[in-house]
Structures are given as C-alpha cells and as structure tokens.
C-alpha cells in the first residue's frame, strides 16, 4: 500500500492506494508551525482511523510546493512508517515532455497531475487544479505539455476581497440562488461561484482556440467540487488525481531500479 501526500500551501491531501484502489483520501490544514511530531501523530491517527496497519504501508511518495515544510513531513513519515518518502523533484523520472521554457520551474504539483492525466485519458488535455491558485495545465496531442495558467483560487480572491473591503463579510462557499443579487451576501456568493465558473468557462475557450481544437478537460482540488457544476463546459472531475499520479511516479521510480 502506497501512502501518497500532496502538500499545498493551504491543504495537505493524503491518502492510501492500494494497486489501482483509493482506500481512503483526507485533507489536512498546512500548518508550517507544526513539528514533525505534530504531524506523525495525524499521520498515526488517519491510519487508525481508516483501520490501516503501518505495516501495511509499503512506500510513500511526496508533492510539495511548500520547501519549509518538506523535511518535516518526511521526518514525520519515517516516524510513523520507518520509511523514506519519494519526493517529486530533481532525479525523479517522470516520463513528461515539458517544453516550457523553464521546465525546472513547473510545480511538481502540476507535474503529477500531468502524468496523472496521461495516464487515464487521451491527449489534448486540459487539467485544473483549484486549490490556493487555479492552475490550468495544457497538453498537446503528443502528450507534451506546454504551458499552463495560474490565477488566484476562489477562496484566496475572496480573502484578500473581505481583507480588503471595510463592510464585506465573510460568506459560506456556496452557490447563491440567483446571479443577481439582492443582498451583499448573495452578491458576494453570485462573484466567487458564478465568476468562477464563467472564469473556467471562458479560459478553456481560449485555450481550445489556441489549440484548434476540443479538448479532453479533468479538475481536481479543493475548490473544484463547488466550482464545476456551475461551468457550462464539460469536465471531468477527479478529486483523487494528484495521489494517483504520485503512484505512477512511485512505481516508475521503484520498478525501474
């Protein structure tokens, strides 16, 4: 059983595969303040609760945009698990055609979703992550990628709006009944669902045109499942993919030995 971690500037996901099966998938607060300690202990307490035995876990692979936190989260793995975590970065085979121009700038984040959708769906794809940013990242029919879109997240535009405004609340993540409005409330519910979703909606009509033709689209990240129903466009959501890929990455680096 694998034990894959996507850590995010503002959500740690975790969970256990096991073969092609998500045997439980969990989100954790990134805590920059916690030792290693502190987040054994989560680690020591979603097994239990989730009825895993540690000696289960046979491997573990690591996604991380938050450098500060990257060594606690490994000495908190080896704690639990006596096992050194695979961590997505240099000297870790992939397989991706990045042509960016910087290719060692791309998030490893956006790296694994990439290999994660290739893995499942034909090319052209486009993959969006909805997370602390809403990253698009496009790949060609070769199954090369080719650049991405970076925006601020839903809830991360809202923050700095409340931060920012002297009389704007703070709201509940939801979809308001209307478009329009009637109250500061709702109009501020209409802004982040319905101007995301158009956002989205709008974006991947000009990836498409730059591309020149449909493309397969799959989302994932926190924010997504709020976001996507209200999009016109057909997407896929796959709120798992991050730790799928981070098992394709941890079998090719594994079997490949």
């Not at 809403?134 to 535009?157: E, M």
């Not at 329009?180 to 319905?194: V, Y």
Request: charged share 20%.
């Amino acid at each position: 059983m694998l034990f894959a971690i996507d850590m995010g500037n503002t959500t740690i996901t975790l969970g256990c595969l096991h073969q092609d099966d998500l045997v439980f998938m969990e989100r954790l607060s990134t805590n920059t303040a916690k030792s290693e300690l502190e987040y054994a202990i989560d680690f020591k307490n979603l097994f239990e609760l989730h009825g895993i035995s540690v000696s289960e876990i046979k491997g573990c692979a690591l996604s991380s945009v938050v450098p500060q936190l990257t060594d606690t989260i490994c000495q908190a793995v080896k704690k639990v698990t006596g096992l050194a975590a695979m961590v997505v970065g240099p000297g870790v085979k992939t397989g991706l055609h990045i042509t960016t121009d910087n290719p060692a700038q791309l998030g490893s984040d956006l790296v694994v979703d990439a290999v994660a959708a290739l893995k499942e769906y034909k090319p052209p794809l486009t993959v969006i992550d909805m997370g602390t940013a809403t990253t698009f990242s496009v790949i060609d029919a070769k199954g090369r990628y080719i650049g991405s879109v970076i925006l601020p997240g839903p809830k991360t535009a809202l923050d700095s709006l409340i931060t920012r405004t002297a009389q704007l609340p703070r709201i509940a993540f939801e979809a308001p009944r209307s478009v329009i409005g009637s109250n500061s409330i709702d109009s501020m519910k209409s802004g982040l669902i319905f101007g995301n979703a158009a956002c989205i909606d709008g974006l991947l009509e000009r990836v498409e045109e730059q591309i020149g033709r449909p493309m397969t689209v799959i989302a994932t990240g926190g924010c997504a499942e709020a976001i996507l129903p209200h999009c016109k466009k057909k997407i896929i959501y796959d709120p798992a993919l991050l730790l799928k890929g981070l098992r394709v990455l941890f079998l090719k680096n594994t079997e490949e030995k």
